[in-house]
């Protein structure tokens, strides 16, 4: 796993949770890798990838069965979807307005970006 | 599992490579021990194990005194320095004579980190090379299941894919009722690996915390221009600036360690008085 330098690494791995939820890799009931097997996947820390779950089951994504494991919540598709979109609002597009700025790109350039975009790639 | 109170000790008279230091490690942890040559971090990890006999002061260790070399305490724990002199044996005559002093060896494990290192049972120990030594005797020292695991520079020496198996070794390695002390220079080797981080300078330990703690009282972003106010520690970035403050936002920034270490090795009292503040509110 390759970490950036913005974020705490606990949530860098949060970031890989979601996206393997928001990909469907992982599926509302599905029961997610241990603490134990993250840990020696991406090289880090235990306690850390700790605070990873213990984040992601403060937010509802993800709940513990005692002695089982980690599942995914029954709604954690649309919980992660909604956490993701509070984070894209909130970090992302205050960079990429900045960015539009330096750029002098409006919104219509945006829009006719967008729908070339649409055109050549059908999605995630 | 470790208690040290106000302990003291020097190799020459009135040198002393650790004054009256303080300091309590607790079970299932992987700490980071860092500080400049010389600080004291070797000299700290053999009091641990009970290589050097302190001058004053107390020193337990899984509640024994270390220097009394107790077997009960020994069996339970290992120590790797960075420098070592290994038999004339092969690989697998080693395990056999040493093993059994650890009562809960585990074989499989061994096995197991052997070939992750690449390494067979029947080579000679003296025909390995300096890096090849060190992968034998993490395999060996993680496989005792030993309590404590202290590690004195683990990754000098290691070839690149090395570093990458070393970090899964150990992060496999630690459990509620283990703790691992790592001093290292390899601050990137570490990074995402060792916490609590306990910083050593000139025989003291300057500072100790968890990330978690970290985390939420210091902060590290890069920025155009230095602000005037609020600034603990900067460096220059390409043409701009990474600095180091405190957390105003309560946003969780990556902690890069280096930064971090000549933060607080650089603003000794700065830091400090971030993280006393903070704790008496």
Not at chain 1, 94 to 107: D, H, Q
Not at chain 2, 78 to 93: A, M, Q
Not at chain 2, 107 to 132: I, M, P, V, W
């Given at each position: 796993m390759e970490f950036n330098d913005n974020q705490a690494i606990y949530l860098q791995i949060a970031d890989l949770f979601c996206e393997n939820?928001?990909?469907?890799?992982?599926?509302?009931?599905?029961?997610?890798?241990?603490?134990?097997?993250?840990?020696?996947?991406?090289?880090?820390?235990?306690?850390?990838?700790?605070?990873?779950?213990?984040?992601?089951?403060?937010?509802?994504?993800?709940?513990?069965?005692?002695?089982?494991?980690?599942?995914?919540?029954?709604?954690?598709?649309?919980?992660?979807?909604?956490?993701?979109?509070?984070?894209?609002?909130?970090?992302?597009?205050?960079?990429?307005?900045?960015?539009?700025?330096?750029?002098?790109?409006?919104?219509?350039?945006?829009?006719?970006?967008?729908?070339?975009?649409?055109?050549?790639?059908?999605?995630? | 599992m470790i208690e040290i109170n106000q302990l003291s000790y020097g190799y020459k008279r009135k040198q002393e490579a650790l004054k009256s230091m303080d300091l309590s490690v607790g079970p299932g942890n992987i700490c980071g021990l860092l500080g400049l040559n010389g600080a004291g971090k070797s000299t700290l990890l053999k009091a641990i194990a009970g290589l050097v006999t302190p001058h004053s002061g107390e020193i337990k260790t899984l509640g024994?005194?270390?220097?009394?070399?107790?077997?009960?305490?020994?069996?339970?724990?290992?120590?790797?320095?960075?420098?070592?002199?290994?038999?004339?044996?092969?690989?697998?005559?080693?395990?056999?004579?040493?093993?059994?002093?650890?009562?809960?060896?585990?074989?499989?494990?061994?096995?197991?980190?052997?070939?992750?290192?690449?390494?067979?049972?029947?080579?000679?120990?003296?025909?390995?090379?300096?890096?090849?030594?060190?992968?034998?005797?993490?395999?060996?020292?993680l496989a005792t299941d030993s309590k404590l695991v202290l590690l004195d520079e683990p990754t000098n020496g290691l070839d690149i894919p090395s570093k990458s198996q070393f970090r899964k070794v150990v992060a496999n390695a630690v459990h509620d009722e283990r703790t691992l002390i790592i001093s290292t220079h390899q601050i990137r080797d570490m990074e995402n690996l060792i916490d609590p981080i306990i910083i050593l300078d000139q025989g003291k330990i300057i500072f100790y915390e968890n990330l978690e703690s970290i985390t939420q009282k210091l902060s590290i972003r890069r920025t155009d221009i230095l602000p005037k106010e609020g600034v603990i520690y900067h460096e220059t970035y390409l043409g701009g600036y990474t600095i180091l403050t405190e957390n105003q936002s309560g946003e969780h920034t990556h902690m890069n360690l280096e930064i971090l270490f000549n933060a607080v090795v650089g603003q000794k009292e700065k830091i400090q008085s971030v993280f006393n503040q903070q704790v008496n509110a």
């Open positions: 939820i928001l990909r469907k890799k992982w599926n509302p009931g599905d029961r997610i890798p241990s603490v134990r097997e993250m840990a020696v996947d991406i090289e880090v820390n235990p306690n850390t990838v700790m605070r990873t779950f213990n984040y992601l089951q403060e937010k509802g994504i993800i709940y513990n069965k005692r002695g089982i494991g980690y599942f995914v919540s029954d709604n954690g598709f649309d919980k992660t979807r909604s956490l993701k979109k509070e984070d894209f609002i909130n970090q992302e597009l205050p960079r990429f307005f900045k960015m539009m700025e330096l750029l002098n790109l409006n919104i219509s350039d945006l829009e006719s970006l967008h729908h070339s975009y649409l055109k050549s790639n059908s999605g995630i | 024994h005194p270390p220097y009394k070399r107790d077997p009960e305490f020994l069996r339970e724990v290992v120590i790797i320095t960075e420098e070592f002199t290994l038999p004339d044996f092969s690989v697998g005559k080693y395990i056999e004579l040493y093993s059994p002093f650890y009562p809960r060896f585990n074989h499989t494990a061994f096995q197991r980190y052997l070939e992750e290192f690449q390494l067979t049972n029947d080579q000679k120990l003296t025909g390995l090379s300096y890096g090849q030594k060190k992968k034998f005797l993490l395999s060996f020292g």
